[in-house]
């Protein structure tokens, strides 16, 4: 019978070969999720034999990673600001980068925003977060993915924020009522060309939706749309905060002061690379 360290080491060396990056991290989740364990409770069992049932167990999950599907919609979940949120294939993977946008945005805003609009909101992780940050505030949620906005809505319920946010069912502002006003509106749109989406890893051009990846042959085509779009749409001293790709500063802070808002902003992400718009009125 083999241990559960032996298990471990055969399956980082399986990764290796299948170019899986950290291959004893996610071999030591993959191994925990199957078997109930948390990383310090496997360490503590490392010379434990494991039965013919948990080795059954670990195998599909195994063969799913080395076939680069990513470990978050294997384990069907993933933390985001402190909430637990689940993930499959219906919308993109949160990543640490938005958690850093919703720093940013709680950082800025001294007043709490009385509502908010959340722009693709896919998962529903941006306005999750929002919605705990700033549990007075309206918060919308918009997708223009059916699926996503489904994921979104039990996600809600699984968080315990039920009620707390509306959904609605359009392509960026086009099911928005018109007059609506919002003194936040937060978009992390899809900000990748075609070309780049082709050239991305296989855990993210096989698997993840490539509607919330590629914006098409200009990867700043989403952005742009929503920066001359939002401007009617905020209140007065309101802020719209973008996440977007690392080259595309320059053009967008311009298009940004043309659109009629009073200042832009670049801010950085936490690898130094200017990641955030922002742009208020």
């Known amino acids: 019978m083999l241990s559960v360290l032996e298990i471990i080491k055969r399956t980082t060396g399986f990764f290796e ?18 078997l109930g364990l948390k990383r ?22 195994v063969k799913r990673r080395g076939g680069r599907e990513p470990l978050q919609y294997i384990v069907g979940e ?22 850093r946008l919703i720093e940013l945005v709680t950082q800025h805003l001294t ?7 959340d722009l693709g909101t896919g998962s529903g992780a941006i306005a999750l977060a929002l919605a705990k940050a700033y549990p007075a505030a309206q918060v919308t949620a918009v997708d223009r993915s059916e699926e996503a906005l489904a994921l979104a809505r039990e996600n809600t319920v699984a968080c315990g924020l039920d009620g707390r946010v509306a959904f609605l069912l359009s ?25 780049e989406t082709a050239a991305a ?47 595309q500063h320059e053009a967008l802070l311009k298009l940004a002061t ?6 832009a902003e670049s801010h950085r992400d936490l690898t130094g690379r200017e990641r955030y718009l922002f742009a208020f009125v």
């Open 201 to 247: 890893q296989p855990e993210v051009k096989d698997f993840e939706p490539r509607l919330a990846l590629s914006a098409g042959p200009n990867s700043a085509a989403d952005l742009e749309k929503i920066i001359r779009a939002a401007r009617p749409y905020l209140a007065t001293g309101g802020l719209l905060a973008c996440e977007t790709g690392i080259a």
């Open 78 to 99: 993933t933390e985001f600001s402190g909430l637990k949120l689940k993930v499959d294939r219906r919308a993109l993977i949160p990543r640490p980068e938005t958690e």
């Open 40 to 61: 310090m409770q496997l360490y503590l069992q490392f010379e434990r034999p494991l039965t013919e049932t948990e080795l059954e167990k670990i195998r599909p999950l």
């Open 258 to 263: 043309e659109a009629g808002y009073a200042r």
């Open 17 to 34: 070969q299948r170019g899986v990056e950290s291959p004893r991290l996610n071999a030591e989740l993959l191994i925990g999720h199957a």
């Open 171 to 195: 392509d960026w502002f086009a099911g928005v009522p018109s007059g609506a006003k919002f003194p936040l509106i937060v978009a992390n749109p899809p900000y990748l060309s075609d070309t």
């Open 111 to 117: 007043t709490p925003p009385a509502s908010i609009l």
